[in-house]
């Protein structure tokens, strides 16, 4: 699993890398009077693909905002429930993002980019089912962890 998190980490970075130096680019070909119309669109693009790799990253190391107050007030068995519920709530709205990501990237699909007519729309959305797909990997190895560390 820490290969993959390597790997994970390592295309957000050049991903976030690609975005900046795309709008980077973009910039400098605008005050030259050559527009690139195509660089806003590919930082698009490396925009979503580094959020959610990146949202993956933090909830696998706890990076998250969590709100402690009521669990840790709570006695362990209630607390122990309460983040079982919480990791079902999760994996709800992970399951959603993954079937919307996926009917968002098929009706896109048809949708080209501004300055890359052959180039499909749906590379951009498709980061949405793929995030979430590896946020219910991360969800459901919590889950695991959460029980076997139950009181």
Known sequence: ?????????????????????????????????????????LATCFFAWATF????????????????????NLPPRAAFWLGMVNFGIVLAIL??????????????RARSFQGMPNVSYSWVTLSLPVGSALMFGTTLTKIRDHWRARP
């Not at 991903?15 to 070909?29: D, E, H, N, Q």
């Not at 706890?62 to 009521?70: E, P, V, Y």
């Not at 399951?95 to 896109?108: H, N």
């Open 1 to 41: 699993m820490r290969r993959f998190e390597r790997i994970e980490v390592a295309v957000a970075g050049t991903f976030l890398v690609l975005m900046v130096a795309m709008i980077f680019t973009g910039g400098v070909a605008r005050m030259m009077r050559m527009p690139l119309n195509m660089t806003i669109d």
């Open 53 to 72: 790799l990146a949202a993956d990253i933090a909830w696998r190391r706890d990076g998250l905002i969590a709100i402690r107050m009521l669990p840790d």
């Open 95 to 108: 399951a959603y993002g993954m079937y919307a990501g996926c009917w968002l990237a098929w009706v896109s």
